[in-house]
C-alpha cells in the first residue's frame, strides 16, 4: 500500500518543504509511524490517507522550525499559514484531500528527470520516489551494488539542492526540453525490462509494469501532449507481446516464431487508442509516435507474413530524419531486408559497420550475420553472429546467438530462430 502511495505523499511533501530529499525522508517517517501504531490502533478506514496527513503534519513542523518560517509558508499557501502550532492531524487530513495532489506528482516527475542530472541518476530517483522501488530492487534490476544505487540516489537529490531546481512544471521554452527528459527516462526503464541489457534474464516484467504505470500517469497529467500519448501507445504495443517474447525455459523468442495468439489484445487495443490520440493533436508526429506507429504495423499483422515491412521502412526512414541514430539505420536496414530483399538491407548495415558509432554494439554484426546468412554466405554469418555472442551481456541473447553460429556452421537454416536479430 505504501509503494502506491508513496509518490504521491512525496510529492505533495515536496510541495511544501521544496526538497525532495527532505520529502523522501518525511514520508518514510510516516511509514515508520504506521508500522508502529496500526498494530495497536488497527489500520484506518483510509490508510493513504493517514498516510498523506501523517506526512504532511510533520512538514509542516520542519517548517516551522526553520529560521524562513515566514517565507516558506507564503509558497506553501494560505490553509497553512493559518494553521495553529499544534495542528490536529484531522484537519491536516482534510487539507491533504482537497490539495491538488496531482498538480504535485506532476512537479515531482519533472523533478526527479531533470536534465541537470545524468542519465543514471535520473533513472534510479524515478524508481526511488515515483515507483517505490527499494535500494537493492533496483540495484537487482540494474545489475549493479546497493551503494551504486544508494550514491546516485543521494547525489542526486544533492545536485538538485546545489542547482536550486524549483519544485515546478515548467512552461513555455523549457518545457519541451524538460519534457523530453521525462519521456526519455521512462522509455529506458521499459526497455531495460523489454530487454535487459545484462545477466540471465531476457525480460525483467516489473520494470516494463513501472514504465508503463508512469506512461499511463503522464497521459492522464498530460492530456494535451501529443508525445506523451505516443509514448504510453508505444509502451502498451510494446508490452502486448511479453508473454510471447520468451519461451518455457525464459529463451528469447524472435519476432518471426512468436506465437500471435498469447498477445495481450487489451494492451494492443489500448495502444491504438493512445495512438489515436496522439494523432488528434493533428501536429506532425514526433519519435514516439513514429516508433508507435511503427509497433502498429505489427500489431495489426495477423501473422508475420502479413507484416507491411514497406510502411515500417518508411517509418524509419522518417524517424532517422528527425532523430540521426545508427541505431534507428540499423533498425531500418532490417525493414529493407524484408521489404526489398538481404542484398539491398546488406549494403545499408556494410556503411555502418564501416563507421565507429557500433562498434561495440552487438546487433549490428547479429543484423549483418542474418542478412548473409539469407544470402547463402554461411562462414561469414556464422562468424558474424559469434562476433555478436561475444559483444552481448545478456546470457540469454548470447545463448541465442551462438545457437545460430552452430546451425549455420552445419549449413542449417535457423529453423525457429529466424528473424533479424533485432530487439523489436
Not at 551503494?147 to 515548467?170: C, D, H, I, M, Y
Amino acid at each position: 500500500m505504501f509503494r502506491v502511495e508513496s509518490a504521491r505523499i512525496i510529492a505533495v511533501v515536496a510541495r511544501i518543504v521544496r526538497d525532495v530529499g527532505i520529502a523522501e525522508e518525511i514520508a518514510q517517517d510516516a511509514l515508520v509511524a504506521a508500522v508502529e501504531r496500526w498494530p495497536e490502533s488497527g489500520v484506518p478506514e483510509k490508510p493513504g490517507a493517514w498516510l498523506m496527513a501523517t506526512a504532511k503534519h510533520r512538514a509542516i513542523d520542519l517548517v516551522r522550525r526553520r529560521e524562513t518560517y515566514a517565507r516558506k509558508l507564503a509558497e506553501v499557501g494560505r490553509e497553512l499559514a493559518d494553521a495553529e502550532p499544534g495542528v490536529d492531524v484531522r484537519v491536516v487530513e482534510e487539507l491533504a484531500e482537497s490539495d491538488p495532489i496531482d498538480d504535485d506528482l506532476l512537479r515531482l516527475i519533472f523533478t526527479a528527470c531533470h536534465p541537470v542530472l545524468s542519465t543514471e541518476a535520473r533513472i534510479a530517483l524515478t524508481l526511488r520516489l515515483l515507483c517505490g522501488l527499494t535500494t537493492g530492487e533496483i540495484a537487482r534490476a540494474f545489475l549493479t551494488s546497493e551503494a551504486t544505487v544508494a550514491q546516485r540516489v543521494v547525489r542526486a537529490k544533492r545536485s538538485l539542492a546545489a542547482a536550486g531546481v524549483g519544485f515546478e512544471v515548467p512552461y513555455g521554452p523549457e518545457r519541451a526540453a524538460r519534457l523530453a527528459s521525462v519521456l526519455e527516462v521512462v522509455y529506458l526503464v521499459f526497455n531495460e525490462g523489454y530487454s535487459a541489457t545484462a545477466g540471465d534474464d531476457w525480460l525483467r516484467p516489473a520494470l516494463c509494469e513501472d514504465a508503463l504505470r508512469l506512461a499511463r500517469q503522464l497521459a492522464a497529467l498530460m492530456p494535451d501532449e501529443p508525445e506523451v500519448h505516443a509514448l504510453a501507445a508505444l509502451l502498451e504495443l510494446q508490452a502486448s507481446r511479453t508473454a510471447a517474447r520468451t519461451g518455457p525455459d525464459g529463451a528469447p523468442v524472435l519476432l518471426a516464431d512468436q506465437n500471435r495468439a498469447r498477445w495481450d489484445q487489451l494492451l494492443i487495443r489500448r495502444g491504438f487508442t493512445a495512438l489515436t490520440r496522439a494523432g488528434d493533436f493533428k501536429e506532425e508526429p514526433g519519435p514516439y509516435a513514429l516508433q508507435a506507429a511503427i509497433a502498429a504495423c505489427h500489431a495489426r499483422a495477423a501473422t508475420y507474413g502479413e507484416t507491411d515491412w514497406a510502411a515500417i521502412a518508411t517509418l524509419y526512414g522518417r524517424l532517422a530524419a528527425l532523430t540521426p541514430s545508427p541505431v534507428v539505420e540499423l533498425n531500418r536496414a532490417v525493414a529493407v531486408s524484408m521489404a526489398d530483399g538481404p542484398a539491398a538491407a546488406l549494403a545499408l548495415v556494410d556503411a555502418l559497420a564501416a563507421g565507429s558509432a557500433l562498434r561495440s554494439y552487438h546487433l549490428l554484426p547479429s543484423v549483418r550475420g542474418d542478412l548473409l546468412e539469407k544470402l547463402g554466405r554461411t562462414a561469414e554469418a556464422r562468424a558474424e553472429f559469434e562476433r555478436a555472442a561475444g559483444l552481448t551481456r545478456n546470457a540469454r541473447e548470447r545463448d541465442l546467438l551462438r545457437r545460430r553460429a552452430e546451425r549455420v556452421g552445419r549449413g542449417e537454416r535457423s529453423g525457429g530462430e529466424r528473424g533479424s536479430g533485432e530487439r523489436e
